[in-house]
Structure formats: C-alpha cells, structure tokens
C-alpha cells in the first residue's frame, strides 16, 4: 500500500526551539509537496521540489523556514527559531508528474505542531 | 492570483439524500481540478481528477464536472451515507500550484 509517510505525528515546542519535519514521499514519485494548513489561511503552498530540485520556495518565510531534499525518497522541512504563529499542520505531498503540470496528489497524514 | 471558492461552508442531510457540492474559480486558465475529502486529524484523499479538456469525471457514487469557461465544479455524491461525513475540498492546478478551496463540511445523519 504506496502512501507518503510524515513523522513526526505531533510535535509541542517552545519559542525559539528548531523544528524538523520528514517526509518520504512515494516511491517513483518525482515531484514532492509542502503545504500548511490553519483554519484562517486554510492551505498553502511552502515549497515544492521536483526531480528533487527545489522549484518553488516562494511561500516559505525565507528567514526561518528552509526545505530540502537531500534524497529521492527523503524531504525535510525545517523551522529555526519557532514561533508561536507556525502552530499548524503541515502535510507532504506527491505526485508522479510526468510533465510541469501537477497530476493526482497523495498527501501524508500531516505534522501537527504546537509551539507554545 | 488564483481564487477559489466553496459554497456552503457546511451542509447537513439525512442519509440517502444526494449531496451538491460547489466549487468556483476565478481564472479560468486551469490545467486541471482535483476534488479530495479529508477526515478529522487525517491528511487529504484524492476522489478526482479531471482534466481541462474534460467534462466530467465519475468513480461510484461520485460524479465531479467542469465547466472551465464559467469557472464552475459540481461534486455529486449519490445516496449519501453517514461514512461521506467529512470535509471535501477541491483544488484547481495552474501548471504546478494548486489552489484550494476552504473546504465544505458535510454530515450525513443516520
């Protein structure tokens, strides 16, 4: 059963702490997501990778926020320092794109994280 | 910049009524729109896929249309049963970004 896997689950943090997210997207899958979902903004697009190059960071605050994809089957997405405004669930996805254009995404089950 | 909209918010019918779910966008220069539910806690299920050059896209009880030209998506869910209770929200694709829409809430009542 191909799914993307996130850990942690849930993550609780206090200010100022660094915050590492993984994600293993699905196997064959070119193209890796990171969105952020709150119940103001709904969801948003962080930073997308495909082949594994990092095409698209333009929705990350650049000053604390930075993903990477240091393998194909391997994406982080960190926080350094965090705030209490980065509460909120943050989900991988991917897909097998064969072009530019995004195809069906499968999300994981997203990182919850509080920080206090 | 891309909007799109979901209306109602939340909707609520007793079990075996069909449920229409609404989706509207404010550029119609799509490449494709996907509908997904997500469960309390859970991450996002795609349910479909359809393409700009489609009409309408089925799988079971479901049935999900496009009309790009007016910028409208239709969601059918055919004789609801309370495991459909769960938010559904679509998203339209401009080359790789998606946007999503907020998201209706549906409950189906025993």
């Known amino acids: 059963d191909a799914r993307v896997t996130q850990t942690p689950r849930h993550k609780v943090t206090e200010m100022g702490q660094e915050v590492t997210m993984r994600c293993q997207p699905i196997?064959?899958?070119?193209?890796v997501f990171w969105y952020r979902q709150t119940m103001m903004q709904g969801l948003e697009l962080l930073a997308y990778f495909r082949n594994r190059a990092p095409l698209d960071d333009s929705g990350m605050p650049k000053d604390r926020f930075s993903a990477e994809m240091p393998d194909a089957t391997l994406a982080t997405l960190k926080i350094q320092p965090s705030e209490p405004r980065d509460s909120a669930v943050y989900f991988c996805a991917s897909d097998q794109s064969g072009s530019t254009v995004t195809g069906e995404l499968f999300f994981g089950e997203g990182s919850r994280l509080t920080v206090l | 910049k891309q909007e799109v909209t979901q209306i109602p918010a939340a909707l609520s019918v007793p079990e075996g009524e069909n449920l229409v779910l609404n989706c509207s966008f404010t550029?119609?220069?799509?490449?494709?729109l996907q509908w997904f539910r997500q469960d309390p806690g859970k991450g996002l299920t795609s349910l479909l896929l359809i393409q700009s050059s489609q009409r309408e896209q089925t799988s079971g009880r479901l049935n999900a249309s496009l009309d790009k030209s007016s910028g409208r998506s239709t969601l059918y869910i055919a004789a609801s049963q309370p495991g459909d209770s769960a938010t559904y929200l679509c998203a339209v694709s401009d080359d790789y970004k998606l946007s999503f829409g907020a998201g209706t809430t549906v409950t189906v009542r025993a």
């Open positions: 196997l064959g899958h070119n193209t």
């Open positions: 550029d119609s220069a799509i490449y494709n």
